[in-house]
């Protein structure tokens, strides 16, 4: 069974980067058909796909947000990782990781973290 | 990018009814159409998939039909547990974009 659990700071400051990681356990992240994403909710909203990276370590980012985004993976300790810079109080959200799985073609999200929420705040 | 319209937005229902959620794409999108059921504090679960391949471990209460721009959710008899936030997403192109929720409420 996959599990994934984000970790990071609760509280950003504006301006500040916002860096959060998610660490995989269950399946490696260098395997399989995976793409491992990002995706945020803020309070009472709907959701938003932030951007992903692939096993072989290409990204795809959201245009809306991709001059401040950036998603790494350590496939030595099984984690990927989210920054986003200068970040402002819109950027306020529950922030959830997640597995795409590609097989037959299709992508869709079929395991998340249970989310962190990060408040923008000075 | 792509724009995904849900309707209606929030709707109320007694338990073994039928309920219809509908999602429409700003452009055609084949069957990349996934659902999902978020219950509050809680991640999104994923309930369907191309349009309409049941998640394992779902009820098979919920079904999804469509292709194109139209696709529906469709839960045949309603459950007190099914009481959620409904989102549909395309995953036809990047950015991958939700539409905006329908909240399901038990009478």
């Known amino acids: 069974q996959v599990q994934l659990q984000e970790s990071g700071p609760g509280l950003v400051k504006p301006s500040q980067t916002l860096s959060l990681t998610c660490t995989v356990s269950?399946?490696?992240?260098?395997?399989?058909?995976?793409?491992w994403s990002w995706i945020r909710q803020p309070a009472g909203k709907g959701l938003e796909w932030i951007g992903r990276?692939?096993?072989?370590?290409?990204?795809t980012y959201n245009p809306s947000l991709k001059s401040r985004v950036t998603i790494s993976e350590d496939t030595s300790k099984n984690q990927f990782s989210l920054k986003l810079s200068s970040v402002t109080a819109a950027d306020t959200a529950m922030y959830y990781c997640?597995?795409?799985?590609?097989?037959?073609?299709?992508?869709?999200?079929?395991?998340w973290g249970q989310g962190t929420l990060v408040t923008v705040s000075s | 990018d792509i724009q995904m319209t849900q309707s209606p937005s929030s709707l109320s229902a007694a338990v073994g009814h039928r309920v219809t959620i509908t999602c429409r794409a700003s452009?055609?999108?084949?069957?990349?159409l996934n659902w999902y059921q978020q219950k509050p504090g809680k991640a999104p679960n994923l309930l369907i998939y191309a349009a309409s391949s049941l998640q394992s471990g779902v009820p098979s209460r919920f079904s999804g039909s469509g292709s194109g721009t139209d696709f529906t959710l469709t839960i045949s008899s309603l459950q007190p547990e099914d009481s959620a936030t409904y989102y549909c997403q395309q995953s036809y192109k990047t950015p991958y974009t939700f539409g905006q929720g329908t909240k399901l409420e038990i009478k």
């Open positions: 452009q055609r999108i084949s069957s990349y």
């Open positions: 990276i692939y096993t072989s370590g290409s990204t």
């Open positions: 269950g399946g490696s992240i260098s395997s399989g058909n995976y793409y």
């Open positions: 997640a597995r795409e799985n590609d097989n037959l073609g299709h992508d869709r999200s079929d395991y």
